[in-house]
Structures are given as C-alpha cells and as structure tokens.
C-alpha cells in the first residue's frame, strides 16, 4: 500500500517545518526536563494552541479545527522530527479522544476546550507497584460516598506528574466482582488535598517518572468517566490511541539522518568513512527498512481513526514496531562510534555529544510502558490473528 499526501497537506507540511524552523533556537536538544526547558515547552505550548495546532483533528465544538487525521499526521511528524516541544500527549493524545468516546457531555465541553488552549497539563494513573503488566490486578481502592469519591493507594511511573495539573487514573471500585470486573476510570485535580508526587529518577539520570500517593483524597461525582465498574474497558480505549502515534519512525528518521552524517564525515579503522564499510551499510539498510514499516503501519492506524474506527490490533503492531526501532536506533547510535561511543554528555571525547549511551539508557521502558512488546504480541496474536488463547 502506498500513501500520499494532498497538495493541501504537503503545503501544510512546509508551513509547519519552516514555522519550527523559526521558533526552535539553534541550542535546542528537545529536553524539557529542566525547569528552563519545561518553560519553552509551555512557551510554545500557547503559540501552538494560539494557531490552532494543538488539536487540529478534534471536532470544533470541544476546542479543535476538524481537520483530518492525515493533517494531523504530518503535524506530529514534523514535530517529531524536530524535537519541539509544547504537545501534551497525555491530554491531546490519550485522554481527549477517550473522553469524546466514553464522556458526558458535560465532561467534554467542561475538560476537552482547556487542553485545547494549551492551559492544562495532565498525566496518568495506571500502573502501581506491584500492577505494572498485570494492570488488572491493581488495588488502589476508590469508595463512593454521599457527595463523591476517597481514593486511597498508590500508583507508580506517574510520568510528569510533577508537572502536571490534573491526573486520570483507574481505582478499584467494587473488591468482590472479577478483577476486570470491578475497575473505574476518574479524574482528579493534581493539587487535590492527599495527593503526594515523590519523584523518581531513571538510570540515565533523568526526571521523568513519580510515585504518586493517594490518602483520603476527596473527588466530586463527577470525577467518574463512563460508567461504574467498567473502567477496564475504558482504559484499554486510551491504551489503543496511546499506542498508535506516528512519533515512533519519526523520530527514528530523525536519528537515521544524524547517524548517517556523522557516518559518512567520521574515518572507520582504515581510514575510510564509516559509511563505506560494508556492516555499516547493511545496518543502515535494515534500519531504513524498519523506519518505513512503522510510518506506513502508523499511518494504517491513523486512516482508521479517520474513519470511526478504534485501532486494536493495529495500534500494539504499531507500538512493537516503532519501539523497538527506537531500541535498535540508540543501540546502533552508541555502537557507531566504536569504544568512544560509550562516553556520555560532558566527555570531551564523546561522539555526537555522548547523546546515544544516554539514549540507550532511556528508551529501555519504551518496550515496556503502554503494555510490554510482550502484551502487544498476545493482542496481535488473539484479536488480530484469532489465535487461541494459551
């Protein structure tokens, strides 16, 4: 199957790149985990939101343009490629298209126009410490009084939470139904009284993750997305549009481009480029191979979108694909450079400013969070090959 792109789209396409290309400033590596970085982020949040960027595909009524999925495409990509900031992925990406299938009216009009405007920052709450793959098995425990909700319990890997203003998460409402049985999906201001952020950092010394604890924590009625004990179902609609991005080969086409230059500038043991050395040549082939499958089978899921549907099976191929490209990238990235591509950010010494060993620490969870590669399969697997389960 071959896609193309409107003339429309290719004209957006170059509006938006030479749009970035003024914005971002040469010194721009794409790390907002600093507290400078995450102030351009939500710089350029507001001149994203400001232009109608922000939601393009979203329906006018809830804060979008009603543009189509394919020119919401080519502004994740181009985004993507150049590393900008100013997206929440957890409000635009996953929570608003779960909202506009699973919310209220009310809930829609009250939460979806702020994350288009770029006001708010949300993030999640699935996993907990010991419910990571087996997200059903979670305990926080959610009980229903006259006027509400009190959450008590834990929940772990809370990305951004540090950042953020509000968090969706899942909470178990009914102990003695069957565990899937008995889930329900809320929201709930951050800053709530009870709710604690203890950060936690990765291995490759970076802020991203939380803990996120829960006692007493009071939330109104309306803090309950779709229907009582059925937020299993709701969650594994999020989980489908978080798995379905097309930032995965962008970004690795990004990657491609900076490996490839610096390849064909740097001298190999005889004195040749890399890029002329056989081995290298073949990786570079196979990784542009692997590139062009993730885009094509993201852009699979993104006409499904555009037709109604839920990507299921399409989105975890997707999410296999692209992640563990981004794996196979930083790996390749670090063993380019022979043992100098061991040394990280601030050797004197290392290549490409020591980007990839640190690249390589990071994206270790990206075959892990969503669903493991391993969950993917079983979904490929039963939903989409009809394979009986084991």
């Given at each position: 199957?071959?896609?193309?792109?409107?003339?429309?789209?290719?004209?957006?396409?170059?509006?938006?790149?030479?749009?970035?290309?003024?914005?971002?400033?040469?010194?721009?590596?794409?790390d907002?985990?600093?507290?400078?970085?995450?102030?351009?982020?939500?710089?350029?949040?507001k001149?994203?939101?400001?232009?109608?960027?922000?939601?393009?595909?979203?329906?006018?009524?809830?804060?979008?343009?009603?543009?189509?999925?394919?020119?919401?495409?080519?502004?994740?990509?181009?985004?993507?490629y150049?590393?900008?900031?100013?997206?929440?992925?957890?409000?635009?990406?996953?929570?608003?298209?779960?909202?506009?299938?699973?919310?209220?009216?009310?809930?829609?009009?009250?939460?979806?126009?702020?994350?288009?405007?770029?006001?708010?920052?949300?993030?999640?709450g699935y996993?907990e410490?010991?419910?990571?793959s087996?997200?059903?098995?979670?305990?926080l425990?959610?009980?229903?009084?006259?006027?509400?909700?009190?959450?008590n319990?834990?929940?772990?890997?809370?990305?951004?939470?540090?950042?953020?203003?509000?968090?969706?998460?899942?909470?178990?409402?009914?102990?003695?139904?069957?565990?899937?049985?008995?889930?329900?999906?809320?929201?709930?201001?951050?800053?709530?009284?009870?709710?604690?952020?203890r950060?936690?950092i990765?291995?490759?010394?970076?802020?991203?993750?939380?803990?996120?604890?829960?006692?007493?924590?009071r939330?109104?009625k309306?803090?309950?997305?779709?229907?009582?004990?059925?937020?299993?179902?709701i969650?594994?609609?999020?989980?489908?549009?978080?798995?379905s991005?097309?930032?995965?080969?962008?970004?690795?086409?990004?990657?491609?481009t900076?490996?490839?230059?610096?390849?064909?500038?740097t001298?190999?043991?005889?004195?040749?480029?890399?890029?002329?050395?056989?081995?290298?040549?073949?990786?570079?082939?196979?990784?542009?191979?692997?590139?062009?499958?993730?885009?094509?089978?993201?852009?699979?899921?993104?006409?499904?979108?555009?037709?109604?549907q839920?990507?299921?099976?399409?989105?975890?191929?997707?999410?296999?694909?692209?992640t563990?490209?981004?794996?196979?990238?930083?790996?390749?990235?670090?063993?380019?450079?022979?043992m100098?591509?061991?040394?990280g950010?601030?050797?004197?010494?290392?290549p490409?400013?020591?980007?990839?060993?640190?690249?390589?620490m990071?994206?270790?969870?990206?075959t892990?969070?969503a669903?493991?590669?391993?969950?993917?399969?079983?979904?490929?697997?039963?939903?989409?090959?009809?394979l009986?389960?084991?």
């Amino acid at each position: 199957m071959r896609y193309t792109f409107t003339v429309e789209e290719e004209e957006f396409r170059q509006e938006v790149r030479t749009w970035l290309t003024e914005q971002l400033p040469d010194s721009w590596d794409g790390d907002d985990g600093t507290d400078e970085g995450w102030a351009f982020n939500l710089e350029m949040r507001k001149k994203l939101a400001d232009k109608g960027w922000l939601t393009l595909a979203w329906p006018t009524e809830y804060g979008g343009q009603g543009a189509s999925f394919m020119k919401q495409v080519v502004f994740n990509e181009e985004m993507t490629y150049q590393q900008a900031p100013g997206v929440d992925g957890f409000g635009i990406k996953m929570l608003g298209p779960t909202l506009m299938v699973h919310g209220t009216e009310e809930q829609k009009r009250r939460l979806l126009p702020p994350i288009a405007r770029g006001e708010v920052q949300w993030c999640q709450g699935y996993s907990e410490p010991d419910s990571g793959s087996d997200l059903a098995s979670l305990q926080l425990k959610v009980e229903e009084t006259d006027d509400g909700w009190v959450v008590n319990g834990s929940k772990i890997w809370t990305s951004q939470a540090h950042r953020a203003d509000w968090i969706f998460f899942l909470g178990r409402t009914n102990p003695d139904a069957p565990k899937h049985r008995g889930i329900s999906f809320f929201i709930a201001d951050r800053h709530t009284p009870g709710i604690e952020v203890r950060p936690i950092i990765n291995m490759a010394g970076e802020h991203h993750f939380n803990q996120t604890i829960f006692e007493d924590v009071r939330i109104p009625k309306d803090a309950l997305i779709g229907e009582r004990d059925r937020g299993w179902y709701i969650a594994a609609t999020l989980l489908d549009f978080e798995r379905s991005g097309v930032q995965y080969p962008a970004g690795g086409r990004r990657t491609f481009t900076e490996l490839l230059a610096f390849a064909k500038s740097t001298p190999g043991p005889d004195g040749r480029p890399l890029a002329e050395d056989p081995e290298v040549r073949r990786k570079f082939a196979e990784l542009d191979v692997d590139i062009e499958c993730a885009r094509l089978v993201a852009y699979e899921v993104a006409w499904m979108q555009s037709v109604g549907q839920i990507p299921n099976k399409e989105a975890s191929a997707a999410k296999v694909l692209g992640t563990t490209l981004t794996q196979k990238l930083a790996r390749f990235g670090t063993e380019l450079a022979g043992m100098y591509g061991m040394l990280g950010p601030g050797s004197e010494f290392a290549p490409i400013d020591g980007k990839y060993p640190q690249m390589e620490m990071s994206v270790v969870a990206y075959t892990i969070f969503a669903g493991t590669t391993e969950i993917q399969k079983n979904i490929i697997a039963t939903r989409g090959l009809g394979l009986p389960r084991g």
